[in-house]
C-alpha cells in the first residue's frame, strides 16, 4: 500500500516560481508520508489563453531537475505536466514526466490535444505519437499509469494503459472551465475508474479559465478524497488516498469485465 496526493496549483509564466512552488508540494506530501505525488498539468508554465513554445524548456532543464532533486531526497515518485520545445519553432510539446528517486522515469507526449469547446491547442502544440509506448511506472507495488487533461475524455487511452498493466491512473490536467464541466471532470474521473477498476488520481491547476478539483478514486469509482466540486467551486489543494493493488486484484477477481470485453484497443494513424 502506499500513500498518493493529488495536488491542486496555481501556475503561472514565471518558470522558476513554478518550479519552487512544485518542489514544495512534493515536500509537503512527503512531509504527510506520501510516497507518490501527481501535480497538474502545464505545472512547469502555465497560460490560460494557450501555451506555447515561449514557455517550453527541454527535460533537461531546470523544472525536471528540481523534480529529480525533490525526488531523491524524499523518496517521492512524482508525476508532473511540463512544455517542451517541438520540433518546429512555432509549436512545443505538452508532455508529462514521471520522475523518482533516481531520476527520470519516463515521459508521456498528450496524444489528443484540447480541439474542443471553442478551443485550438493544436494551432501551439504538437501532438504526440498514439502508437508510442503507454507510460507505465511501478510504485511500491502499484503500476501507475499516465494520461493527461483531455485524454480523459476518450476511454481507450485509459484502457490502453491497463492492457500495459496500470492498476492505478495518473491526470494531470488544467481543466478547461465552461457550463457543465467541472461535472464532467468528476464524472469522467469516476467513469475512468469503474471501467479500468483501477485508482485514478485527477490534479488540477487552479485559477482563471480552469475548474476541477484533485481527487483520488478507488476501483469501484467511489472517491477517496477530493472532487466532486460540481458548481465550480474550489476545495482543498491536496487529495490524499492510499492505493493498494490487493484491492485492485480483488475487485478484478469479483468484476472482470477486462477479461470479458470483446474488443482491443490499437492506435490511429494521425497522418
Known sequence: ??????????????????AAAARDAV?????????????????SAFEPRGVGPELAEPLDGHFVATLCDVAARTGTTVVAGTVEPGAEPSRARNTVVAVGPGGVLGAYRKVHLYDAFGQRESERL?????????????????RLGVLTCYD??????????VDAGATALAVPAAWAAGEHKAD??????RARAIESTAYVLGATQRG?????NPAVVDPVGVVLAGAPGTDGSEGPEVAAGDLDATVVAAVRERNPSLENRRYRVEPRSTS
Do not use: C, K, Q
Open 1 to 18: 500500500m502506499i500513500r498518493a496526493h493529488a495536488v491542486a496549483l496555481a501556475s503561472g509564466t514565471d518558470r522558476a516560481a513554478n
Open 27 to 43: 515536500l509537503r506530501a512527503a512531509d504527510a508520508g506520501a510516497a507518490l505525488v501527481v501535480l497538474p498539468e502545464y505545472a
Open 126 to 142: 504538437e501532438p504526440g505519437d498514439p502508437a508510442a509506448a503507454p507510460l507505465v511506472v511501478d510504485v511500491g507495488g502499484v
Open 152 to 161: 480523459l475524455r476518450f476511454p481507450e487511452s485509459a484502457r490502453r494503459l
Open 184 to 189: 464532467h471532470w468528476a464524472t469522467l474521473l
Open 208 to 212: 482563471w479559465g480552469v475548474t476541477g
